[in-house]
């Protein structure tokens, strides 16, 4: 899988899962944080976990998909919003065919 940028950083490994690609995206901003503003990694990391990002981030990694591998994950929600866009232009196609009779 290629990454998004030229000096490998922010790559997904092909092998990687979705915790290890979350926790990797944590790592990241705790660093910049703590280079940022001078204070210890751990407190860098908290106040990046306290944030809407970190937030999700941490779920992401926590929850029920942070075994599964990457891509594996990116095609799961590639299904998912096809099968919600599907279900939503069914309803507006019977929407449409019931107010026409």
């Known amino acids: 899988m290629k990454g998004f940028s030229e000096e490998g950083k922010g790559t997904v490994r092909d092998d990687q899962t979705v915790a290890e690609m979350a926790n990797e995206v944590l ?19 908290e106040a990046v976990l306290n944030t809407e990002a970190g937030k999700q981030l941490k779920e992401l ?26 279900e939503a232009i069914r309803e507006r196609i019977e929407q449409e065919l019931v107010s026409d009779t």
């Open 27 to 45: 790592m990241r901003q705790a660093k910049a944080r703590a280079d940022r503003s001078g204070e210890p990694i751990e407190e860098a990391m």
């Open 61 to 86: 990694r926590d929850g029920p998909h942070g075994d599964e591998g990457v891509e594996e994950w990116q095609v799961s929600i590639a299904h998912e919003v096809f099968r919600r866009t599907r």
